[in-house]
Structures are given as C-alpha cells and as structure tokens.
C-alpha cells in the first residue's frame, strides 16, 4: 500500500546526543515536511523540501537538520542545540508544494529526553 | 490564513450523521477548507477539502455556506473508529505558504 512510514515509533535521547528520525514515502510525492506536535497543541513546521537536493526553514528550524538525498526520504536529525526536543515528530508529503493538495501524514516519532 | 473557531467537544450516537460546525468569517477568496481528524498517538488523517462548492468522497461531506464564512463536515454514519479530534484548517494553496495550521479541534467521541 502506498503511505509515508515514519521509524521508529518510540525514540529517547541522552542529553547532548543527536537523533536521526526517518521518514519515507512511496506516493511519487515531490514535496515532504517535518511538523513537531506538543502536548495539547497544534502542529508547528519545522522544515519542507519542495524537490531533491532543496529544504526550507520552517518556523521552528533551529536545532534541527534535514537532508534529501532521494525523493521518497527525508529524514530529520534532532541536534545536541535543540534544547526542548521531547515531542511527537510528524512527517508528511503532498504532490507538490504550493498546490491546494493535501498533506498526508505519517503515524509519528514521539522521542523523549533520558 | 484565516483563523478558524470549533467547539471543542462534541457527542454523536454510534450510527447517526455527525455534524461538525467551523466558522472562518475572515476566509478570503483564494483560501481553502481542509478537515483532518487526529486519533491519539496516530498522525492527522486527512478527511476532505474544498474551495467554494460542497464536496463529497468516501470518508465524508464537506458543506460550505455560500459566503464561505463557515463550513460543516459532515460524516454520514458515524462508528466508534470515527472518535478523534477533527481540525479545521483554512489555507491559501501557494508557494510559501505550506505549513498547516491546527487549531485546537473538535474532540467528537461516537457513544455506542
């Protein structure tokens, strides 16, 4: 079945340690995104890449890298800077970005701080 | 984007129409309706999404009021899998605009 399959669903972290949360699509989808969830809040943009080799900074970018090396994978790493990582990570994919399509998402990465 | 207002807690009968109400009043003319739904723990599941006319697919009917400044999902036969937080989103579809903004939703819990 075509979706976007996000590893590993449960993630801790020791302080001062860098993450890498993986997100991959198999819908031919161009455009990908990172949003991180808070308890009771809405979602907030981290970082979207419109095509391969290309990422924008979302709201909420710092501490945070991406990479998109292949179109179906973008994977977020959570760095050392990122001071309040504890979160629900959701990665999402639309056909392209700027379009009225929607985003889907995948089930989420909740990482914990140790 | 526009802001969007819900209450935030609903109860439907296991079986019956479900009526979710959102207000936009400050929607403008290029701005689109998205509704997603969010069971715990899960990631949001999109729903449906229009512009100006009603819209309908397999998961449910969306009714936009003619002066689009308020819409309703309706979800025609509601089951216990329907219980979530539904959130609707109003979104101008261009570049540069591509985060979605979430609200803080409709709790909707099916009573059996």
């Known amino acids: 079945d075509g979706g976007i399959t996000q590893s590993p669903k449960y993630l801790f972290r020791k302080e001062g340690q860098n993450v890498t949360l993986s997100c991959e699509q198999n819908l031919n989808h161009d455009a990908m995104y990172w949003y991180r969830q808070d308890p009771g809040q809405g979602l907030r943009l981290i970082y979207y890449?419109?095509?391969?080799?290309?990422?924008q900074k979302g709201d909420i970018a710092e501490g945070y890298s991406v990479s998109r090396e292949k179109k179906e994978s973008f994977p977020l790493t959570v760095t050392s800077a990122q001071k309040n990582p504890t979160a629900f990570y959701l990665c999402a994919s639309s056909p392209s970005v700027g379009g009225n399509q929607p985003q889907h998402f995948g089930d989420g990465t909740r990482l914990s701080i140790l | 984007d526009a802001k969007t207002t819900q209450p935030p807690s609903m109860d439907c009968a296991e079986g019956r129409a479900a009526n979710l109400p959102c207000n936009h009043s400050?929607?403008?003319?290029?701005?689109?309706v998205y509704w997603y739904r969010q069971i715990h723990s899960q990631g949001p599941q999109y729903i449906i999404h229009?512009?100006?006319n009603n819209e309908t697919n397999e998961m449910a009917s969306l009714i936009i009021t003619e002066d689009r400044k308020s819409s309703t999902l309706i979800l025609p036969h509601a089951t216990l899998r329907d219980t979530a937080v539904y959130y609707c989103?109003?979104?101008?579809?261009?570049?540069?605009?591509?985060?979605?903004?979430f609200g803080t939703g409709t709790r909707l819990t099916i009573i059996p």
């Open positions: 400050t929607i403008s003319g290029n701005e689109y």
């Open positions: 989103i109003v979104r101008v579809a261009e570049f540069g605009n591509e985060k979605l903004t």
């Open positions: 229009g512009l100006k």
């Open positions: 890449s419109q095509i391969v080799n290309d990422f």
